[in-house]
């Protein structure tokens, strides 16, 4: 089961908030409906990390990524999917 602490509308995910997964993922930052939106920070299990925009649950616009061994790169997401990377 998710575990979110954070702000909330009519029984929603809405606001700044912190949500986990069970198996360790998890996003810090904001949501609109039950849905992260806005500027925030998703981390996997692994190390990994996302940090930048979302739009309706989807990674969008410009934002950091970060792997599990120190690399780091700027890049430009749509609808949940690298478009580039910017140099």
């Known amino acids: 089961m998710k575990q979110y602490e954070g702000e909330w509308l009519n029984n929603k995910m809405h606001g700044k908030g912190h949500l ?27 190390g990994r990390e996302y940090e930048g925009g979302w739009v309706r649950g989807k990674q969008s616009g410009t934002a950091y990524y970060r792997n599990n061994n120190g690399f780091c790169r700027q890049g430009v997401w749509l609808d949940g999917k690298r478009v580039n990377w910017l140099d």
Not at 29 to 38: A, M, N, P, T
């Open 20 to 46: 986990v997964w069970p198996d360790g993922k998890q996003y810090i930052g904001e949501f609109q409906e039950d849905k992260r939106h806005g500027k925030g920070k998703f981390i996997w299990k692994d």
